[in-house]
């Protein structure tokens, strides 16, 4: 009989205005001078994440700088330049406000700051060989749930490569999804970490490491999507849709930190490195056409999510149920205004081939529920072209 390990932050802190206790809980994890690791618009926000962020910290007697260079699809470069002025400034702890950008890019100055050579070094599953500082996580956004999760992705701006670094170091100790500060956040920044919420509950539910309880967050988190996430982009104002969101997103996030992912991200990393494509854009691109892919391989759970998604399944089949559940996908995010093909995106057929044979080697590839091969893949490219 299989076992199975659970892995999450020691402390999470969620509902509105949980960043209240970021002072408190930096304090108690010995912190003396805090990174800031965020992006651009977050830290010129008038009384926004950031600069409550600092607020709280000051009231604590922690002292603060900020490194606000995190780009989209974080790169080599920015952790170089984040290990610099952590080490310039004497920083003895990382907090990362904001998406998964700047939560990556954290953990990512975290192994450099605790680990030689160069970050791409690092890259694949348990790799890690030191304790990392610690790291606090404040979450801005529904979607990539990284503050809770091992993951950290960084690309190679030599290469284009988007790569994975996986490990239990990776988690932040103390995570915070307030959402409050998720309020106001444009509709397709909303529509597209709200995809990539989903898409980690759907590859987590069918995943070959899904467990009993992977799938109750999965499953939650897919009905709480169902219901809140096209209310949140119509109306980015809606408090208890923009929580509901909150929530099912660190119930995704749960999911796939613990049942893994699949070809979604797998394909969709490649998709960010070579073109620097919004991750959540590109796998809502790709999630219909690799379920389609992989819905032979367990059709019974395809039929589950279409049910969860609030398709009415009564009185058909295994298989017609698993197919309205693809056709949920499809309308949600034509709904919600996701680019349909990637040749909108200006993605080229001749790159096809590259970013199959890099997928397969993407460590999310191996939990995908059906094995494929380079033809397979570059036939979900062109499927979703």
Known sequence: MRFYDYLLPSVNFFGPNSISVLGERCQLLGGKHALIVTDPFLATLKDGAVEQAVRYLKEAGIKTTIFSEVQANPKDTDVTAGLACYQDNHCDMLVTVGGGSPHDCGKAIGIM??????????????????????????????????????????????????????SWRNLPLVSINDPILMLGKPRALTAATGMDALTHAIEAYVSVDANPVTDAAAIQAIKLIAKNLRIAVANGADL??????????????????????????????????????????????????VCRYNLIANPQKFADIAEFMGENIQGISVLEAADKAIDAIFRLSAELSIPAHLSEMGVKEADFELMADNALKDGNAFSNPRKGTQKDIIAIFKAAY
């Open 113 to 166: 700051a605790t680990h030689p050579g160069k970050i791409g070094d690092y890259a694949g599953i348990d790799t890690l060989t030191n304790p990392l500082p610690p790291i606090v996580a404040v979450n801005t956004t529904a979607g990539t749930a990284s503050e809770i999760t091992r993951h950290c992705v960084i690309t190679d701006t030599k290469s284009h490569l988007k790569y994975v670094i996986v």
């Open 240 to 289: 208890k849709a923009r929580e509901n969101m909150a929530y099912a997103s660190l119930l995704a996030g749960m999911a796939f930190n613990n049942g893994n992912l699949g070809y979604v991200h797998a394909m969709a990393h490649q998709l960010g490195g070579l073109y620097d494509m919004a991750h959540g854009v590109a796998n809502a691109m790709l999630l219909p056409h």
